[in-house]
């Protein structure tokens, strides 16, 4: 087989121009299947999963999420036998600057900093930063993505004007964590936000959500029931869910994502087979004579089906790799421009997983398209063939 | 005389395998744009249905949304008494006090529950909106009883009229099923202010007011005068702006959408100009032929674009026909200023249709400027030589 790979290229360099054109048409269509095959994981296989992640759960009211919890839930919560941790976790929205700029927006959350990085023992922050967001009251930690983001150094200044919250809090940056979700999150210390509310304002004593740290994956479960067992009878139940749970309930409350990401892929993937059987189509039909004349010399139809389906398969690889490659670079255009909730976004990439498919399904289309005009030119008599014209 | 539209039509019939296999790979690509133009058409057919140019919604100052906002019952009141508000037939300020929250329920689909909008208000709020009720009646003042959406009944098993399910503190009756027509309040449930402010612990509290300007020219100056006292420190726009913005909920799917429709149009586009060049070179002799009856190159040029555009038509009306049973589907899409779900339906309507034959054209006019300037560019000799 390999001795005609020369063949095999030559004949796709002679007409460079329906090639080429062949090789950019599945190139863009290939583009787009990657970066949807992309997103798809994101969104629906998560990004990998770290140990901490799986143990991590939240505890929210059960009618919605809109609803707060009262905050004593949260030392009750960590009473529970199996919990490793802890916090009030209250959801602060309000605007920093302009908040007609949706470059502005980003998570934003009230925490206890004595429990915070021992519910997220997955974020990496030094000691020193730690321990002054435990002592600073004003003091507020954030994710290396929403620092790199605006360009802040330790010690800047964050004014946040709250809505939900008749407050402006004046916070002082003092720690920068790393974590693998590229998440642009800001927590502060949640007794600030209280102090600041007006005394005998019913929100003093409410939490959007509590987050738990379970102590082993075992336990996990048990912990949940057990949460959700205590609070069944009271005036504010809760649901307690593992945090990869919610954020799939999270991701089908955004819309039917899954329906429309496959019902694109199959068109994406229709429309690669149409224009690759096209293209060798188009190509085989002005070379029915040159299989005419390849036959006279002794070719046999199997070897001639092989070399036009290498043929094909070539061209279908060539734009497989650059398509490959410009859904690497679309990925990164998404990562910036695609709105901050959608959870792992940030994280999009044309893993080599990704790619690997990806190639695999340029070839496999690659031979489809081209079986049948490789077909119908190996069985072509040698007299039909050599009448033919053009 | 140019070279007759018949004699591509011709051309592109005989051709019939290649001809279609191009046009189905323009018509796919089309079909994702009118699908996405349809999308945002049915979102905003919805949020236009749902505000009414003469009411003012008024939220705490610096709230954008009515979940997040509290208006108090001292600042209602205060509001009340404002100069400029329309008047029902008793006399009455047209302005409702409302409160906004959402709710859990299971759907019909998963197990997994779902946000729904809980909106509680008085009878003066149903009255100021268009909502007709479709079966059972309206809830009555200070009783466990509610109404449901249209669209909620379809979606939620347990709000079904006659039901009864749990929110807040205690079990709630569905007395009735309203019509919204296709607004954002079918997707709501509503009941007594009252009784739902004190289940959710929201008396003093509450969401929202919605007012009633008497005619067109009075919504700029209640507007002006609501935001200037500082005393209710609220902020006031048109029910129409609030539900606009909250098109945005579609901005997701619709990013999606445009991008892979211009990628797709981009390797049709491709597709086609190769088909466009293997016609070109296959019809050298009557390239030649057409030459020497006398056909200037301008004429060959504007036959073989025409050509082009008509394959893409081709592939445009193919794409809106493979759009078009899109109009049944009602899909849901996550609201972010309600927190809650909204149901719409797909609306391939004109402006998706010619948004859709636009794009095919576009694609045909990139794909067969390159191949019928070829074409046109051959000398005659050459041309009837080549077999």
């Known amino acids: 087989m390999f001795k005609y790979l020369p063949l095999i290229v030559k004949n796709s360099l002679r007409n460079r121009r329906r090639s080429l054109l062949a090789v950019a048409s599945i190139a863009s269509s290939l583009c787009v299947l990657s970066v949807l095959i992309a997103i798809y994981r994101v969104l629906f296989l998560g990004s990998d999963s770290t140990p901490a992640q799986a143990l991590r759960l939240i505890t929210h009211h059960r009618v919605s999420l809109a609803q707060s919890l009262p905050i004593a839930y949260v030392r009750q919560i960590q009473q529970v036998p199996g919990v490793a941790a802890a916090t009030g976790w209250q959801w602060f929205g309000g605007t920093y600057r302009d908040a007609r700029e949706p470059r502005n927006f980003f998570a934003r959350f009230g925490v206890e900093p004595l429990q915070t990085f021992r519910v997220w023992p997955d974020y990496v922050i030094d000691q020193d930063q730690r321990v002054a967001f435990e002592r600073e009251r004003t003091g507020c930690v954030v994710s290396r993505a929403l620092a790199n983001k605006f360009d802040w150094q330790l010690g800047e200044r964050i004014t946040l004007v709250g809505d939900g919250f008749p407050v402006t809090l004046d916070l002082t940056l003092v720690g920068i964590f790393d974590e693998s979700a590229q998440a ?147 990925c990164g255009v998404v990562r910036h421009v695609a709105p901050p909730f959608i959870p792992g976004i940030k994280t999009l990439a044309v893993t080599p997983l990704i790619a690997g498919l990806s190639l695999t399904v340029a070839v496999l289309i690659g031979l489809v398209g081209g079986l049948l005009p490789a077909f119908s030119a190996a069985r072509t008599s040698i007299l039909n063939s050599l009448r033919h014209t053009g | ?240 702006a609030y539900y606009d913005s909250q098109t945005a909920a579609g901005a997701p799917l619709h990013f999606l959408g445009v991008l892979v429709s211009v990628i797709m149009a981009a390797g049709s586009g491709f597709a086609a100009m190769n088909t466009m060049y293997a016609a070109v070179s296959r019809r050298s002799g009557e390239i030649g032929t057409l030459r020497v009856l006398g056909f200037s190159r301008g004429h060959i040029l504007v036959s073989f674009f025409i050509e082009s555009l008509l394959l893409s038509l081709v592939g445009g009306l193919l794409g809106c026909l493979l759009a078009l049973p899109l109009n049944h589907v009602r899909a849901r899409v996550g609201n972010m200023t309600t927190f809650s779900e909204i149901v719409f339906g797909f609306r391939v309507d004109l402006t998706a249709v010619l948004a859709g034959i636009a794009f095919a054209l576009l694609m045909g006019t990139i794909g067969g400027f390159f191949p019928a300037r070829a074409a046109a560019r051959r000398q005659i000799v050459e041309a009837l030589r080549e077999v």
């Open chain 2, 1 to 240: 005389m140019a070279i007759p539209i018949v004699y591509n039509v011709r051309n592109l019939v005989a051709r019939k395998t290649t001809t279609l296999m191009t046009a189905v790979g323009i018509a796919l690509a089309v079909a994702v744009l009118v699908a996405d133009v349809a999308l945002v058409r049915g979102l905003q057919a919805v949020f236009e249905r749902s505000g009414n140019p003469l009411h003012i919604l008024v939220l705490r100052k610096g709230s954008a949304t009515e979940l997040s906002s509290g208006i108090s019952r001292e600042a209602y009141r205060d509001l009340l008494f404002k100069p400029g508000i329309a008047r029902n037939i008793t006399g009455e300020p047209m302005a409702s006090l409302e409160l906004v929250t959402v709710i859990n329920l299971p759907t019909v689909d998963s197990a997994k529950s779902m946000n729904v909008t809980v909106r509680g208000l008085i009878w003066l709020g149903i009255a100021m909106r268009s909502v007709r009720m479709d079966q059972g009646r309206w809830f009555q003042t200070g009783q466990r009883e509610i109404v449901v959406g249209k669209s909620i009944t379809r979606r939620y098993p347990q709000a079904q009229l006659g039901k009864t399910f749990r929110f807040g503190r205690g079990e709630w009756h569905v007395v009735g099923v309203m019509d919204g027509r296709q607004s954002a309040l079918d997707n709501e449930i509503w009941g007594d202010l009252n009784q739902i402010s004190s289940d959710f612990n929201r008396t003093r509290s509450l969401s929202s007011v919605l007012v009633r300007a008497p005619d067109a020219a009075a919504v700029p100056v209640l507007i002006n005068s609501i935001e200037e006292d500082t005393r209710l420190n609220a902020s006031a726009i048109t029910e129409r």
């Open chain 1, 184 to 330: 642009a999150v800001l927590y502060f210390n949640q007794d600030y936000l209280r102090e600041s509310l007006p005394p005998g304002s019913p929100q003093r004593d409410m939490v959007s959500q509590v987050m738990v740290q379970a102590k082993s994956p075992d336990e996990a479960p048990h912990v949940a029931e057990t949460i959700d067992a205590i609070f069944e009878n009271s005036p504010d139940p809760t649901k307690t869910e593992s945090e990869r749970v919610f954020l799939l309930n999270f991701i089908s409350f955004l819309g039917n994502f899954k329906l429309f990401l496959a019902a694109i892929c199959g068109a994406v993937t229709f429309t690669l087979l149409l224009v690759s059987g096209n293209t060798f189509s188009m190509s085989v039909r002005e070379r029915i004579r040159e299989v005419g004349i390849l036959k006279t010399l002794g070719f046999k139809p199997s070897t001639i089906l092989g070399i036009i389906l290498g043929e094909a398969a070539a061209i279908a690889l060539a734009g497989g790799v650059i398509g490959c490659l410009l859904a690497g670079l679309l």
